[in-house]
Every structure is written in C-alpha cells, then in structure tokens.
C-alpha cells in the first residue's frame, strides 16, 4: 500500500519513478500491490484504514507527509512498514532514503573546485517543512563550504518552481548578490532558479553554475539542461519492497535504515 497526497504523486516525477521500482519488486516476488492514494483529512475513515485493522494486508509501503499518528497506528497492529525517502524522528521504524548530506557536500565541492566562490543554497522553508532533505541537504552545503572557508548563502522557498523563481528573482533585485553558482536542494527549486536567471540576468546565465538535486524528469525541458545529484529513485522502491518483505517474514528484525548513494551529473549548468 503506498500512501500521499493525491496531486503530489500525479504531479511529481520523482514519486513515479520510486512507485515503478517498488511496483516491480512486488511482482517478481509474487505479491499483489494495492496502491492508494489519500488527502490527509480522508486518512482515518477510509476503506485503506479498515484495510489495516482487518488485517487484509501483508505490509505496507509510506511516502509522503505521514505523520507521527500512522506512524503509531502501524506500530500498535504490529502491521510491518517502510517510510519512502523519510525517517520519522523519535521514532524505531524501516526507512529507505538517499545520502542526502554526502549527495550535497559532493555538489557543492564540486562547484568549488571549479573556482565559484560565492555559491548560493536554495532550500525549502526548513522550519515549515519537516522533510530529511531540507536539513540535510543544506548541511551538506554548509560543510562543504565550511571547509573552504565561504561564506553560507540559503534561501528559504516553498519548494516548488513557482514560490522558488520568486524568491531568486527577488534575490538577484540586488547587483551586489549575484552569485557565481546557485545549489538547489531539489531540482523544482533547480528549474525555478534557472527561470529566475533568464528572467533577472540573462546576460549572466553563462557564467553562473547550477546544480539541483534528485535528477527528476522534468529537468530535460529546460534549456540549458540543469546539472543535478541523481538520486536512484527506481532502486529507493526496489529496496523498501525487499526492506518490507524482510519485515514480514522475520517479524522480529529490527528496524533498518538504508541509505543509498548519490551520483553527481554534470549538465550544460
């Protein structure tokens, strides 16, 4: 069972991508997928829920803003779960996500070590949003940084291309900010900055690198194409299917967090 948001998955490359490696693992292995997709104010009296308390399931896959409450619920009917991309703070559950912080530090060094200097972070609104990549992610950064001895730049946005073109516009108003590179913690940040460049400076967008972060699908729309951190997304759903069915069949294990590598891909930013 896969749960989040409704218009988030049908909108968001990203997801697809995780959903086709776990919806692959899950037949090779003879099991039967039942994918729902809920709003958070559906959640508790939804057929899913009744699901659950009958029993009529094996496990259960989560992604998504999924809060502690499930978490709990899970927990209480001894139901075996893997978090997608996520780990829930306080709490001893499966988790399968990408090295965050090392996928950024790479980036980041990387930009460095092509002489920018002034590198700008654009990361969600970290207080707003309680997601692994939005902290990790710009500590990457700030390490990387840190070591070089620069001067930490973030800008905090909603983490969409609208909210985040307004806010590197917004940013770019002032000469003395312009940057040598912009690092965007997740590529509709990446695409939103890119948009504010041509839109702002255009006659500067040469000269400035970009690099996002996941390596979504949408970024072969933009001209130029935008480097970004692949993060393998088809692998993340293979293994939280393998995470889970190790769960069912050895009830007993204890929770597991796996983290997989990141890969640097060098684009025309």
Not at 53 to 72: F, P
């Amino acid at each position: 069972i896969f749960k989040c948001s409704i218009s988030n998955f049908l909108k968001d490359p990203f997801s697809q991508e995780i959903f086709l490696g776990a919806e692959s693992e899950i037949e090779k292995n003879e099991y039967n997928l039942l994918f729902s997709l809920l709003k958070d104010e559906y959640i508790w009296n939804s057929s899913v829920i009744r699901t659950f308390k009958g029993r009529y399931c094996d496990g259960v896959l989560l992604m998504g803003a999924i809060g502690t409450k499930m978490i709990d619920f899970l927990t209480q009917l001894k139901m075996p779960f893997v978090n997608i991309d996520f780990i829930v703070s306080n709490r001893k559950t499966n988790s399968v996500l990408p090295k965050n912080k090392e996928g950024a530090y790479d980036a980041v060094k990387y930009l460095i070590n092509q002489g920018c200097k002034k590198i700008v972070c654009v990361n969600g609104i970290s207080k707003n949003l309680f997601h692994q990549s939005y902290s990790e992610r710009p500590a990457g950064y700030i390490k990387a940084m840190n070591e070089f001895g620069l001067n930490n730049i973030i800008i905090e946005t909603f983490p969409d291309i609208y909210n985040s073109q307004n806010a590197v516009e917004k940013f770019l108003s002032n000469p003395k900010n312009f940057p040598d590179a912009f690092f965007a913690t997740g590529d509709h940040m990446a695409i939103g900055c890119l948009r504010a460049i041509k839109e702002k400076i255009p006659h500067l967008l040469p000269k400035i690198r970009l690099i996002g972060f996941d390596n979504i699908s949408w970024l072969e729309n933009e001209s130029p194409m935008i480097s970004s951190v692949n993060v393998p997304k088809v692998q993340i759903g293979e293994e939280s299917v393998k995470l889970l069915l190790k769960q069912i069949h050895n009830p007993n294990t204890p929770p597991q967090i796996i983290r997989l590598p990141t890969t640097l891909l060098i684009r025309e930013t």
